[in-house]
Nanobody, 127 residues
Framework: QVQLVESGGGLVQAGGSVRLSCAASGRTFSSYAMGWFRQAPGKEREFVTAISRSGGSTYYADSVKGRFTISRDNAKKTVYLQMNNLKPEDTADYYC????????????????????WGQGTQVTVSS
């Protein structure tokens, strides 16, 4: 089992940058592919990005491709989301999630594949 705690959210102007962190507890962080999802007010939670267990494979939603970067540090049991050139439509609660899978070079994009979730951190982008 793993527990996830996000941090780094806040208020930022359009065009600005924010880095989110997600710290995991437990000894088997490297057994999990990790993902970031977001949920805007009145909308369903949606996939943002994911990274494989090894960190060698990453996946992005089209809406964030080229602006967001996911990375992980297995020694620190932390996954990061660097968000650049933020837009007002990026305003949402951001959640990290863990998926315990066998493959080291793949990560899921579906919410239902993820077993563990953090409590979320809010990002507000002002225009």
């Amino acid at each position: 089992q793993v527990q996830l705690v996000e941090s780094g959210g806040g208020l930022v102007q359009a065009g600005g940058s924010v880095r989110l962190s997600c710290a995991a507890s437990g000894r088997t962080f490297s057994s999990y592919a990790m993902g970031w999802f977001r949920q805007a007010p009145g909308k369903e939670r949606e996939f943002v990005t994911a990274i494989s267990r090894s960190g060698g494979s990453t996946y992005y939603a089209d809406s964030v491709k080229g602006r967001f970067t996911i990375s992980r540090d297995n020694a620190k049991k932390t996954v990061y989301l660097q968000m650049n050139n933020l837009k007002p439509e990026d305003t949402a609660d951001y959640y990290c999630a863990a998926d315990q899978i066998f493959s080291t070079n793949w990560a899921a994009r579906s919410i239902t594949d993820y077993d563990y979730w953090g409590q979320g951190t809010q990002v507000t982008v002002s225009s």
